[in-house]
């Protein structure tokens, strides 16, 4: 799926704000991200009609299963891209973060596939690993990785 930075920071959002609270509305997610209603009631619309989430006008939004997996899939990618900034090139934090946001967005899967196995068998991490973002088993190998390392 093809998404703009700005959806898929919407949806990154909308995943970690609904982590934390059951229910989020337009409020809250104009306030996270410093925007206006009216450009929040854009996006969401957008994503909506992309049947990333499931939303009516004044009340509350929630991702489906095919937009948690996007959101899931973008953090995911996001933080390959910095834990190679910072473990294997020791970039700053504040700098892997910044610069992770911008060159995730133009990898393609294949090459975001390739950086991740490099990195994880660099770090040993799983040295073994054929590491592919749209498998779901990856994700949670990664995720348990991450938590244990």
């Known amino acids: 799926m093809n998404l703009t930075n700005s959806q898929e920071e919407y949806l990154k959002t909308i995943y970690i704000l609904n982590s ?3 229910e989020i509305k ?3 997610i104009a306030n996270k991200l410093n925007k206006t209603k009216a450009s929040v009631n854009n996006a969401i619309n957008t994503l909506k009609n992309e049947g990333l989430i499931n939303y ?16 899931i899939k973008i953090i995911e990618a996001n933080d390959i891209v910095k834990l190679f900034l910072t473990e294997l090139l020791e970039v700053n934090d504040d700098t892997a973060s910044n610069e992770a946001e911008k060159i995730k967005t133009i990898l393609s899967d294949d090459t975001l596939n ?3 196995r490099y990195t994880y068998k660099e770090l040993g991490l799983n ?3 054929s ?4 498998n779901e088993s990856c ?11």
């Open 114 to 116: 390739k950086l991740a």
């Open 26 to 28: 337009v409020t809250e």
């Open 127 to 129: 040295p073994n690993c």
């Open 20 to 22: 934390s609270k059951n």
């Open 56 to 71: 009516e006008p004044y009340g509350h939004i929630e991702l489906t299963e095919t937009g948690k997996k996007e959101a």
């Open 139 to 149: 994700l949670r190998c990664s995720l348990k990785n991450k938590i244990e390392h």
């Open 131 to 134: 590491y592919d973002i749209n």
